[in-house]
């Protein structure tokens, strides 16, 4: 199963929609307004570092670590996948929306991403987003786990969080979570809960120390502020 991740090492297996684009990590492809945009395996490789890092810089010397673990490029090797990148994605580098260059230091991935499992990918239109910063995880009809191992549905690598820490279900168009026996409980507006659990659209969400707000994807109104910490 293909499972979203956050604070976390990349997840190769996951489906991400970017400003009209739409990533396959699996697959390793990529789709621009339903076409697909050819982009070399180097470069790819380069968009996953950018994508997990974000939205902090990247630096040069990393970026090239990364992608050429055991060979010694220069910067111009890097420049080269950074314009294949750009040009798969339909990102103008005079006008950058997505990668963003920090000239003499690195590069960092800008724009909003939208995390979709590939269990859910064809269920149509999800019913809640939960989002946390500038990450979304689409939630659609059916129950999902939520925890720290992989074999979750969605996972959240942070120490805070259980292996198997809570279920989420949509139902009928309503959102209910339920806590797994966590080691450090699962809060609905810092309410410590247990059984299966109501939650409505602007209710946030914790998970041990991780905090996600839900949100109504038929709102219009996706934007909200996280409290820092």
């Not at 996951?14 to 400003?19: F, G, Q, S, T």
């Not at 946390?132 to 549905?153: H, K, N, P, Q, Y």
């Not at 942070?158 to 797994?180: K, N, Y």
Request: with cysteine; glycine share 6%.
């Amino acid at each position: 199963m293909v499972r979203p991740r956050l604070e976390s090492s990349w997840d190769p297996g996951m489906i991400l929609r970017i400003d009209g684009c739409e990533i396959d990590c699996d697959r390793r492809r990529i789709l621009r307004q339903g076409a697909e945009q050819p982009l070399p395996r180097k470069a790819f490789d380069l968009l996953l570092v950018l994508l997990d890092k974000r939205p902090k810089v990247v630096t040069k010397e990393t970026l090239i670590k990364r992608v050429w673990p055991d060979a010694f490029v220069a910067d111009a090797n890097l420049a080269i996948l950074i314009g294949d990148v750009r040009a798969a994605l339909g990102d103008d580098a005079k006008e950058p929306r997505m990668i963003k260059t920090h000239h003499r230091v690195g590069y960092s991935f800008a724009a909003d991403v939208t995390e979709v499992s590939a269990a859910t990918h064809d269920r149509g239109h999800p019913t809640f987003v939960l989002e946390a910063a500038r990450r979304r995880i689409l939630l659609f009809e059916g129950a999902v786990t939520l925890g720290r191992d992989d074999s979750c549905d969605i996972v959240i690598n942070d120490p805070s969080v259980s292996r198997e820490h809570a279920v989420l279900t949509v139902r009928d168009g309503q959102l209910t979570v339920a806590d797994r026996d966590s080691k450090n409980g699962t809060r609905v507006d810092d309410q410590r809960i247990g059984d299966e659990t109501a939650v409505k659209p602007g209710q946030r969400i914790k998970f041990g120390s991780i905090e996600l707000v839900v949100l109504d994807p038929t709102s219009g109104d996706t934007t909200v502020t996280l409290p820092s910490g």
